[in-house]
């Protein structure tokens, strides 16, 4: 893309990849980063939040500095975490945990933080965290198998994916939709915009779906 700076986005999710172009930011590359996203013991939520995206966009970074063609863009990293209180809920891989997490969550409150972290052509970090909280329903044991056998919860914070099935276990939302899907839309377009990228740059080529 000609006429704006290179954008790059740290993450390999396709749940992000697709808010992102939802705002009209298509990326000119994707730079996963291999980061153990294990919380270190007593870690509260928001800071194993922060720290996560923060090492993302450190790896992703690294990676554009050997790319001629994308050294000076504009890197973008994000690390969702779902807590109940100070416990924070694995990203369920296996139909245990996914269990554990959908049960813990039946009928209580939870929040879910996303930290974003934004490298700017200069190589400054600025980083920003938000917070929704969400009240889920009280499940069912029936609804719990159900939902696990849909295969929607693999790889996702907390053991749900709230915009598939699990957005009918919800009751109540308090904060940012985008958020919980995994990258809260208005704070990263405002963090992007006050550093000078032209999030406007795609609107007059997008065409409503």
């Not at 063609?69 to 945990?97: C, Y």
């Not at 920003?128 to 029936?142: A, G, I, P």
Request: hydrophobic fraction near 40%; aromatic fraction near 6%.
């Amino acid at each position: 893309m000609l006429g704006r700076p290179k954008f790059v986005l740290a993450s390999g999710s396709p749940r992000r990849l697709s808010l992102l172009n939802q705002a009209g930011i298509e990326p000119d590359a994707l730079r996963p980063a291999d980061v153990d996203e294990t919380p270190k013991r007593g870690e509260l939520p928001r800071a194993c939040a922060n720290r996560l995206a923060r090492a993302k966009a450190d790896a992703a970074l690294k990676s554009v500095q050997l790319d001629d063609e994308l050294r000076g863009a504009f890197i973008l990293a994000a690390d969702t975490v779902v807590a109940v209180g100070r416990r924070i809920l694995p990203k369920a891989n296996l139909v245990d945990e996914a269990a554990q997490c959908l049960r813990l969550l039946s009928g209580r409150n939870h929040r879910v933080y996303t930290a974003i972290c934004l490298v700017t052509p200069r190589e400054a970090f600025r980083q920003r965290l938000v917070e929704t909280r969400v009240r889920f329903k009280r499940l069912s044991e029936e609804d719990i198998q159900a939902y696990i056998g849909s295969g929607e919860w693999r790889g996702k914070a907390g053991g749900y994916a709230v915009q598939g099935i699990a957005g009918s276990f919800v009751v109540k939302m308090v904060g940012s939709y985008t958020n919980v899907v995994g990258l809260p839309l208005y704070e990263t377009t405002t963090l992007l915009g006050g550093e000078g990228f032209p999030i406007r740059f795609g609107w007059l080529n997008t065409t409503a779906v």
